[in-house]
């Protein structure tokens, strides 16, 4: 699975954008879709998932929960993270990611230590 992120950019503190992930193959439907962010001189943290399949569940970390929503549309094979309220603490290089995650609840995506595909990664700015 390869994918490909866009949707970044510029934004001021209060708006919102909406970051897209392309994937390629046939089996995109069968992986759990995560998005993590990295901010300058901070490790990468997870940001929102999806679990397989329909999408029917969603999990998220705190810092954005009730501002930002993951979606995912198979026909597509993209998934998406829009964003609102952003913060100037949101900047950061967001990155999609793909994993299989089989026996194991949505939220462990959070923690895994070996994600199965990473996009390239896509800059978001807030400006205060």
């Known amino acids: 699975v390869q994918l490909v992120e866009s949707g970044g950019g510029l934004v001021q503190a209060g708006g919102s954008l909406r970051l897209s992930c392309a994937g390629s193959?046939?089996?995109?439907?069968?992986?759990?879709m995560g998005w993590f962010r990295q901010a300058p001189g901070k490790e990468r943290e997870f940001v929102a998932a999806?679990?397989?399949?329909?999408?029917?569940?969603?999990y998220y970390a705190d810092s954005v929960k009730g501002r930002f929503t993951i979606s995912r549309d198979n026909a597509k094979n993209t998934v998406y993270l829009q964003m609102n309220s952003l913060r100037p603490e949101d900047t950061a290089i967001y990155y999609c990611?793909?994993?299989?995650?089989?026996?194991?609840?949505?939220?462990?995506?959070?923690?895994?230590?070996?994600?199965?595909?990473w996009g390239q990664g896509t800059l978001v700015t807030v400006s205060s």
């Open positions: 193959g046939r089996t995109f439907s069968d992986y759990v």
């Open positions: 999806i679990s397989r399949w329909s999408g029917a569940s969603t």
């Open positions: 990611a793909a994993d299989l995650l089989w026996n194991s609840q949505l939220r462990d995506i959070s923690t895994r230590q070996a994600i199965d595909y």
